[in-house]
């Protein structure tokens, strides 16, 4: 079955770019996308098809997707963007719908 | 603006079956524009698809659940529902609902939730 790694912890400080992967076998091939999640909240799409941002979220926001890894990366980050960020993707030789184990983010 | 509000039960118990509503205001189910999903996400555990539906009734589900699962959507109360049957532990978790464009495909992203309900399964 197909599995989607991604870091259990990035830490940044403020003002640095924060870079979380998704690792899957061709990734590349499929369109990922990110959520970001603070504590008791539900998700939140930072990102969708790779690298779109919807209305809303700031362009410190961006995604790429090659190859093996799909890349999102949060630019001059702040206090604010720490949270847990999951990728999702679809495997279409089983038909499944898979999120990534999630990446907390710290902002020291 | 379209809200989705998850209602149910909070307690279930083991070998039962869970039964869950996702309310939408602001909004139609009956939209050819968009499908209905629910995600679930045990405590302090990431986040699992367990399925979606069409306004028409074409539902798609999590192949390690879907003998388990139901999803059905009611357009004349404007609200959709997920059924799990001989629930265990190992199905508590905060359960989501959610919208998907139809532009992006069932397996689409997820473009707004609803605040999750936490269903805890225990006698």
């Known amino acids: 079955s197909y599995v989607l790694t991604q870091p259990p912890s990035v830490s940044v400080a403020p003002g640095q770019t924060a870079r979380i992967t998704c690792g899957g076998n061709n990734i590349g091939s499929q369109s990922v996308h990110w959520y970001q999640q603070k504590p008791g909240q539900a998700p939140v799409v930072v990102v969708h098809d790779d690298r779109d941002r919807p209305s809303g979220i700031p362009e410190r926001f961006s995604g790429s997707n090659s190859g093996n890894t799909a890349t999102l990366t949060i630019s001059r980050v702040e206090a604010g963007d720490e949270a847990d960020y999951y990728c999702q993707v679809w495997d279409p030789s089983s038909d499944h719908v898979l999120f990534g184990g999630g990446t907390k983010l710290t902002v020291l | 603006q379209l809200q989705l509000n998850e209602s149910g039960p909070g307690l279930v118990k083991p070998s039962e079956t869970l039964s869950l509503t996702c309310s939408v205001s602001?909004?139609?189910?009956?939209?050819?524009?968009?499908?209905w999903a629910w995600i679930r996400q045990p405590p302090g555990r990431g986040l699992e698809w367990i399925g979606v539906i069409y306004y028409i009734g074409t539902t798609y589900y999590n192949p390690s659940l879907k003998s388990r699962v139901t999803i059905s959507v009611d357009t004349s109360k404007n609200h959709f529902s997920l059924r799990l049957t001989s629930v265990s532990a190992a199905d508590t978790a905060v359960y989501y609902c959610?919208?998907?464009?139809?532009?992006?495909?069932?397996?689409?992203?997820?473009?707004?939730w609803g605040q999750g309900t936490l269903v805890t399964i225990s006698s």
């Open positions: 602001g909004g139609s189910t009956s939209s050819n524009l968009y499908y």
């Open positions: 959610a919208r998907v464009p139809y532009s992006s495909g069932w397996y689409g992203w997820l473009d707004l």
